[in-house]
Protein backbone atom coordinates (compact mmCIF):
# COMPACT_ATOMS: atom_id res chain seq x y z
CA UNK A 1 0.00 0.00 0.00
CA UNK A 2 1.42 3.65 -0.86
CA UNK A 3 1.19 5.88 2.89
CA UNK A 4 -1.57 8.00 2.32
CA UNK A 5 -2.42 10.46 5.38
CA UNK A 6 -5.90 9.97 7.64
CA UNK A 7 -7.39 12.85 9.37
CA UNK A 8 -8.43 11.92 12.75
CA UNK A 9 -9.52 15.16 15.13
CA UNK A 10 -6.69 17.47 16.36
CA UNK A 11 -4.09 14.61 14.62
CA UNK A 12 -3.11 12.79 10.98
CA UNK A 13 -1.94 9.85 10.74
CA UNK A 14 -0.83 7.28 7.90
CA UNK A 15 -3.36 5.08 6.44
CA UNK A 16 -1.25 2.60 6.06
CA UNK A 17 -1.36 1.99 9.98
CA UNK A 18 -5.01 1.99 9.53
CA UNK A 19 -4.61 -0.83 6.28
CA UNK A 20 -2.04 -2.86 8.92
CA UNK A 21 -4.71 -3.14 11.49
CA UNK A 22 -7.61 -3.86 10.04
CA UNK A 23 -6.79 -5.53 6.29
CA UNK A 24 -8.27 -4.99 3.05
CA UNK A 25 -9.26 -0.97 2.21
CA UNK A 26 -12.80 -2.17 2.12
CA UNK A 27 -12.33 -3.32 5.81
CA UNK A 28 -10.64 0.00 6.38
CA UNK A 29 -13.41 1.54 5.14
CA UNK A 30 -15.78 -0.07 6.99
CA UNK A 31 -14.07 0.91 10.45
CA UNK A 32 -16.42 2.98 12.46
CA UNK A 33 -16.04 7.15 11.23
CA UNK A 34 -13.90 6.33 8.56
CA UNK A 35 -14.37 7.45 4.65
CA UNK A 36 -12.64 5.90 1.78
CA UNK A 37 -12.95 9.26 -0.45
CA UNK A 38 -12.13 9.28 -4.08
CA UNK A 39 -9.84 12.54 -4.99
CA UNK A 40 -9.95 14.38 -8.29
CA UNK A 41 -7.96 17.32 -8.62
CA UNK A 42 -7.59 20.17 -11.23
CA UNK A 43 -5.99 18.15 -13.55
CA UNK A 44 -7.72 14.71 -13.57
CA UNK A 45 -8.68 11.95 -10.96
CA UNK A 46 -5.34 11.50 -8.60
CA UNK A 47 -6.31 8.69 -6.17
CA UNK A 48 -8.18 7.21 -3.18
CA UNK A 49 -7.58 9.04 0.15
CA UNK A 50 -9.10 7.86 3.54
CA UNK A 51 -10.33 11.17 6.11
CA UNK A 52 -12.23 10.65 9.34
CA UNK A 53 -15.76 11.52 9.20
CA UNK A 54 -15.72 14.08 11.78
CA UNK A 55 -13.21 15.97 10.16
CA UNK A 56 -14.16 19.44 9.00
CA UNK A 57 -13.98 20.85 5.35
CA UNK A 58 -10.99 22.75 6.74
CA UNK A 59 -9.78 19.59 7.50
CA UNK A 60 -9.68 18.22 3.92
CA UNK A 61 -8.09 21.09 2.09
CA UNK A 62 -5.30 20.73 4.54
CA UNK A 63 -5.38 16.81 3.57
CA UNK A 64 -5.73 17.49 -0.31
CA UNK A 65 -3.07 20.21 -0.08
CA UNK A 66 -0.59 17.97 0.37
CA UNK A 67 -1.58 15.13 -2.24
CA UNK A 68 -2.03 18.02 -4.93
CA UNK A 69 1.00 20.27 -3.77
CA UNK A 70 -1.79 23.14 -3.38
CA UNK A 71 -2.24 25.68 -1.03
CA UNK A 72 -5.81 25.36 1.16
CA UNK A 73 -6.66 28.98 0.27
CA UNK A 74 -6.25 28.46 -3.89
CA UNK A 75 -8.50 25.52 -3.42
CA UNK A 76 -12.48 25.20 -3.53
CA UNK A 77 -13.70 21.73 -2.46
CA UNK A 78 -17.08 19.66 -3.67
CA UNK A 79 -18.16 16.71 -2.67
CA UNK A 80 -20.24 14.06 -4.87
CA UNK A 81 -22.45 11.12 -3.44
CA UNK A 82 -23.08 8.24 -5.73
CA UNK A 83 -22.52 8.49 -9.23
CA UNK A 84 -20.96 10.74 -11.23
CA UNK A 85 -24.41 12.15 -12.33
CA UNK A 86 -25.30 12.90 -8.88
CA UNK A 87 -25.21 16.59 -7.47
CA UNK A 88 -22.29 18.29 -6.58
CA UNK A 89 -22.32 20.11 -3.17
CA UNK A 90 -19.71 22.57 -1.79
CA UNK A 91 -18.13 21.57 0.89
CA UNK A 92 -18.29 23.40 3.68
CA UNK A 93 -15.05 24.58 5.45
CA UNK A 94 -16.44 24.67 9.54
CA UNK A 95 -18.91 21.77 9.54
CA UNK A 96 -17.87 17.82 9.43
CA UNK A 97 -17.85 16.09 6.63
CA UNK A 98 -20.57 13.10 8.36
CA UNK A 99 -22.61 16.63 9.31
CA UNK A 100 -22.11 17.53 6.04
CA UNK A 101 -23.53 14.38 4.36
CA UNK A 102 -20.43 13.28 2.59
CA UNK A 103 -20.64 9.33 2.66
CA UNK A 104 -18.50 6.38 2.33
CA UNK A 105 -17.14 6.36 -1.35
CA UNK A 106 -17.73 9.91 -2.10
CA UNK A 107 -15.77 11.91 -4.44
CA UNK A 108 -13.72 14.98 -3.36
CA UNK A 109 -13.27 17.26 -6.67
CA UNK A 110 -10.73 20.35 -6.47
CA UNK A 111 -11.12 23.23 -8.28
CA UNK A 112 -8.49 26.20 -7.98
CA UNK A 113 -10.10 29.48 -6.62
CA UNK A 114 -7.85 31.59 -8.86
CA UNK A 115 -6.49 29.73 -11.26
CA UNK A 116 -3.71 31.88 -13.62
CA UNK A 117 -3.90 30.62 -16.99
CA UNK A 118 0.39 30.82 -18.31
CA UNK A 119 0.49 32.67 -21.93
CA UNK A 120 2.12 29.34 -22.86
CA UNK A 121 0.01 26.95 -21.29
CA UNK A 122 -3.21 27.83 -22.98
CA UNK A 123 -4.91 26.23 -25.50
CA UNK A 124 -4.47 28.46 -28.36
CA UNK A 125 -0.63 27.64 -27.58
CA UNK A 126 -0.59 24.39 -26.89
CA UNK A 127 -2.51 23.47 -30.18
CA UNK A 128 0.01 25.25 -32.13
CA UNK A 129 2.65 23.71 -30.69
CA UNK A 130 1.53 20.27 -31.19
CA UNK A 131 -0.31 20.84 -34.91
CA UNK A 132 2.37 23.47 -36.34
CA UNK A 133 0.52 24.84 -39.31
CA UNK A 134 -2.49 23.07 -38.84
CA UNK A 135 -3.56 23.88 -35.95
CA UNK A 136 -6.90 26.24 -36.10
CA UNK A 137 -5.41 29.01 -34.36
CA UNK A 138 -2.35 28.91 -36.64
CA UNK A 139 -2.72 32.42 -37.81
CA UNK A 140 -1.88 33.55 -33.96
CA UNK A 141 1.78 31.88 -34.02
CA UNK A 142 3.90 35.18 -34.78
CA UNK A 143 1.55 37.47 -32.69
CA UNK A 144 4.15 40.09 -31.59
CA UNK A 145 4.38 41.43 -27.88
CA UNK A 146 2.43 44.67 -28.45
CA UNK A 147 2.46 47.42 -25.96
CA UNK A 148 -1.45 48.00 -24.96
CA UNK A 149 -1.18 51.92 -26.29
CA UNK A 150 -0.69 50.07 -29.94
CA UNK A 151 -3.06 47.41 -29.41
CA UNK A 152 -6.02 49.45 -27.88
CA UNK A 153 -7.77 52.02 -29.60
CA UNK A 154 -10.20 54.51 -27.38
CA UNK A 155 -13.38 56.35 -28.46
CA UNK A 156 -13.62 58.19 -25.45
CA UNK A 157 -17.04 58.68 -23.92
CA UNK A 158 -20.12 57.72 -25.83
CA UNK A 159 -22.55 60.40 -27.07
CA UNK A 160 -25.98 60.44 -26.05
CA UNK A 161 -28.23 60.61 -28.76
CA UNK A 162 -30.71 63.72 -28.43
CA UNK A 163 -34.16 63.02 -27.18
CA UNK A 164 -35.33 64.38 -30.71
CA UNK A 165 -33.11 62.18 -32.82
CA UNK A 166 -35.11 59.41 -31.64
CA UNK A 167 -38.53 58.50 -33.46
CA UNK A 168 -40.56 55.08 -33.02
CA UNK A 169 -42.96 54.90 -35.17
CA UNK A 170 -46.07 53.18 -34.37
CA UNK A 171 -46.72 49.74 -36.33
CA UNK A 172 -49.90 50.66 -38.19
CA UNK A 173 -52.80 47.34 -37.64
CA UNK A 174 -53.15 44.65 -40.54
CA UNK A 175 -56.52 44.60 -41.98
CA UNK A 176 -57.09 41.29 -44.34
CA UNK A 177 -58.23 41.49 -47.86
CA UNK A 178 -60.78 38.55 -47.79
CA UNK A 179 -63.29 39.70 -50.99
CA UNK A 180 -61.20 38.73 -54.32
CA UNK A 181 -62.23 36.97 -57.17
CA UNK A 182 -60.08 34.82 -60.28
CA UNK A 183 -60.08 33.75 -63.12
CA UNK A 184 -58.00 31.63 -65.70
CA UNK A 185 -56.65 33.27 -68.50
CA UNK A 186 -54.82 31.74 -70.64
CA UNK A 187 -51.09 32.12 -69.89
CA UNK A 188 -52.14 34.51 -66.44
CA UNK A 189 -54.19 33.69 -63.45
CA UNK A 190 -55.99 36.80 -62.61
CA UNK A 191 -56.79 38.04 -58.84
CA UNK A 192 -58.72 40.88 -58.70
CA UNK A 193 -60.07 43.13 -55.51
CA UNK A 194 -62.76 45.31 -56.41
CA UNK A 195 -64.02 48.38 -54.12
CA UNK A 196 -67.43 46.39 -54.35
CA UNK A 197 -66.28 44.26 -51.58
CA UNK A 198 -62.80 46.09 -50.45
CA UNK A 199 -63.77 50.05 -50.35
CA UNK A 200 -61.32 51.11 -47.82
CA UNK A 201 -58.20 49.19 -49.21
CA UNK A 202 -58.90 50.42 -52.96
CA UNK A 203 -59.41 54.21 -52.11
CA UNK A 204 -55.92 53.30 -50.14
CA UNK A 205 -54.28 52.14 -53.16
CA UNK A 206 -55.18 55.56 -55.31
CA UNK A 207 -53.89 55.33 -58.83
CA UNK A 208 -50.89 53.26 -57.71
CA UNK A 209 -48.71 56.13 -58.63
CA UNK A 210 -47.32 56.18 -55.01
CA UNK A 211 -45.65 53.72 -52.14
CA UNK A 212 -48.71 52.57 -50.84
CA UNK A 213 -48.66 49.18 -53.02
CA UNK A 214 -46.00 46.77 -52.20
CA UNK A 215 -46.55 42.94 -54.14
CA UNK A 216 -44.24 40.11 -53.71
CA UNK A 217 -44.26 36.96 -55.75
CA UNK A 218 -43.21 33.52 -55.26
CA UNK A 219 -42.88 30.50 -57.10
CA UNK A 220 -46.01 29.71 -55.12
CA UNK A 221 -47.11 32.81 -53.47
CA UNK A 222 -48.30 36.07 -53.90
CA UNK A 223 -48.74 38.36 -51.39
CA UNK A 224 -50.13 42.13 -51.74
CA UNK A 225 -50.16 45.30 -48.64
CA UNK A 226 -52.27 48.17 -49.28
CA UNK A 227 -50.71 51.16 -46.79
CA UNK A 228 -53.63 53.34 -46.05
CA UNK A 229 -53.80 56.52 -43.48
CA UNK A 230 -54.61 54.43 -40.56
CA UNK A 231 -54.14 50.68 -41.16
CA UNK A 232 -52.33 48.29 -43.65
CA UNK A 233 -54.55 45.79 -46.01
CA UNK A 234 -52.94 42.55 -46.93
CA UNK A 235 -53.82 39.95 -48.95
CA UNK A 236 -51.18 36.38 -48.68
CA UNK A 237 -52.08 33.62 -50.85
CA UNK A 238 -49.58 30.77 -50.19
CA UNK A 239 -49.49 27.31 -51.97
CA UNK A 240 -51.24 28.35 -54.74
CA UNK A 241 -51.90 25.26 -57.31
CA UNK A 242 -49.18 25.45 -59.79
CA UNK A 243 -46.10 27.56 -59.94
CA UNK A 244 -45.68 30.59 -61.43
CA UNK A 245 -43.14 33.05 -62.89
CA UNK A 246 -42.02 35.47 -60.31
CA UNK A 247 -40.31 38.15 -62.54
CA UNK A 248 -43.25 38.07 -65.28
CA UNK A 249 -46.17 38.50 -62.76
CA UNK A 250 -47.30 42.13 -62.25
CA UNK A 251 -50.10 44.12 -60.86
CA UNK A 252 -52.09 46.91 -62.11
CA UNK A 253 -54.53 49.96 -60.18
CA UNK A 254 -57.53 51.14 -61.58
CA UNK A 255 -58.27 53.75 -59.29
CA UNK A 256 -61.10 54.08 -57.48
CA UNK A 257 -62.01 50.36 -58.86
CA UNK A 258 -60.28 47.64 -58.27
CA UNK A 259 -56.26 46.09 -58.42
CA UNK A 260 -55.69 42.90 -60.08
CA UNK A 261 -52.78 40.49 -59.89
CA UNK A 262 -51.48 39.04 -62.67
CA UNK A 263 -49.76 35.68 -62.31
CA UNK A 264 -47.78 34.22 -65.50
CA UNK A 265 -48.05 30.03 -65.08
CA UNK A 266 -45.12 28.29 -65.34
CA UNK A 267 -46.95 25.87 -67.51
CA UNK A 268 -50.03 25.98 -69.63
CA UNK A 269 -52.51 23.85 -67.42
CA UNK A 270 -55.95 25.07 -66.39
CA UNK A 271 -55.80 25.74 -62.93
CA UNK A 272 -59.04 24.24 -61.37
CA UNK A 273 -58.37 26.28 -57.92
CA UNK A 274 -56.35 28.81 -56.63
CA UNK A 275 -54.81 27.61 -53.28
CA UNK A 276 -53.51 24.19 -53.04
CA UNK A 277 -55.62 22.35 -50.09
CA UNK A 278 -53.94 21.53 -47.34
CA UNK A 279 -53.58 17.47 -46.38
Keep these: LAPTLSIVPGTLRMAAEVAAEVGSPAARAAVEGALCLRLVGPRGPVGSISVDAAATGAELRQRTAQDLDVEPEKQQLYFQNGSRNAAKHCVDDELSLAAQGVEDAATITVRLSDRQVAPEDSVLRQSIAKNGGQSYYYAHANELNLPPEVRYVYGGEPSKLAEADVVVKAEA ?14 NFISIIIGAEGEAEAIAAAGNGSGDEIKVDFGVRSAELRISGPSRVFALALRELENEIVPEESKHRVSAGKRVTLRLRKQRAV ?3 RLIKPRK
Design 173 to 186: PTKAIANYSWSDDG
Design 270 to 272: TWT
